[in-house]
């Protein structure tokens, strides 16, 4: 059976092909934008929904025996969603916001397969030491963390020396949740490797 990973995430793609999996990649420009009455832990799962049904809009017929699996992330601070930043000033401003607090990392994931469908959601606290300006401008200047929700991956310097503690999963961190994903794959007799 044909997997397809509806993302363009370069951490996404990475984390399926370690976990074993081979699939193919397909992405649809869709609007990232949800209802505002929307509770904050459903958003990611919406958003991924319908990453899933635009990428199966797109390959119509051939898709009919795929499962579309289809991820996104947001970063919640005190029930507010903190997005990918616009520009440097924006991600700055975020990393000073995220400096010396906890926040909640929620990825939901999106399974598509025809008419049938099952998704998921993932959260993990993460937890800043105090960060410096000079820290979080060497950070923004090399790493240039303008596509990562919240301004930031974990997995590169800043979360080396800026987080302090985690809980829950980190591979849901760094964007897909992979244990949880390759639960559901089984239940769909999908195994890796």
């Given at each position: 059976?044909?997997?397809?990973?509806?993302s363009?995430?370069?951490?996404?793609?990475?984390?399926?092909?370690?976990?074993?999996?081979?699939?193919d990649?397909?992405?649809?420009?869709?609007?990232?934008?949800?209802?505002?009455?929307?509770?904050?832990?459903?958003v990611?799962?919406?958003?991924?929904?319908?990453?899933?049904?635009?990428?199966?809009a797109?390959?119509?017929?051939?898709?009919t025996?795929?499962?579309?699996?289809?991820?996104?992330t947001?970063?919640?601070?005190e029930?507010?969603?903190?997005?990918?930043?616009?520009?440097?000033?924006?991600?700055?401003?975020?990393?000073?916001?995220?400096?010396?607090?906890?926040?909640?990392?929620?990825?939901?994931?999106?399974?598509?397969?025809?008419?049938?469908?099952?998704?998921?959601?993932?959260?993990?606290?993460?937890?800043?030491?105090?960060?410096?300006?000079?820290?979080?401008?060497?950070?923004?200047?090399?790493?240039?963390?303008?596509?990562k929700?919240?301004?930031?991956?974990?997995?590169?310097?800043?979360?080396l020396?800026g987080?302090?503690?985690?809980?829950?999963?980190i591979?849901?961190?760094?964007?897909?949740?992979?244990?949880?994903?390759?639960?559901?794959?089984?239940?769909w007799?999908?195994?890796?490797?």
């Amino acid at each position: 059976m044909n997997l397809i990973l509806a993302s363009a995430s370069t951490r996404r793609k990475q984390l399926l092909s370690d976990a074993g999996y081979t699939f193919d990649i397909v992405v649809a420009h869709t609007d990232e934008s949800f209802p505002e009455s929307l509770p904050i832990d459903q958003v990611p799962e919406y958003i991924a929904r319908e990453k899933a049904l635009a990428v199966q809009a797109l390959l119509s017929e051939k898709a009919t025996d795929a499962i579309i699996i289809a991820a996104d992330t947001v970063v919640v601070l005190e029930d507010e969603i903190i997005g990918k930043p616009d520009d440097a000033a924006h991600a700055k401003k975020i990393l000073q916001k995220l400096s010396g607090k906890t926040h909640r990392v929620i990825t939901g994931v999106y399974l598509l397969k025809g008419e049938a469908a099952q998704s998921f959601h993932s959260i993990t606290s993460v937890t800043f030491n105090p960060i410096t300006d000079t820290q979080i401008d060497y950070y923004i200047e090399k790493f240039r963390p303008f596509d990562k929700a919240g301004a930031y991956a974990i997995q590169e310097w800043i979360g080396l020396i800026g987080v302090s503690h985690i809980n829950g999963d980190i591979y849901n961190v760094i964007g897909l949740p992979v244990n949880k994903l390759a639960n559901v794959l089984t239940d769909w007799n999908i195994f890796a490797v």
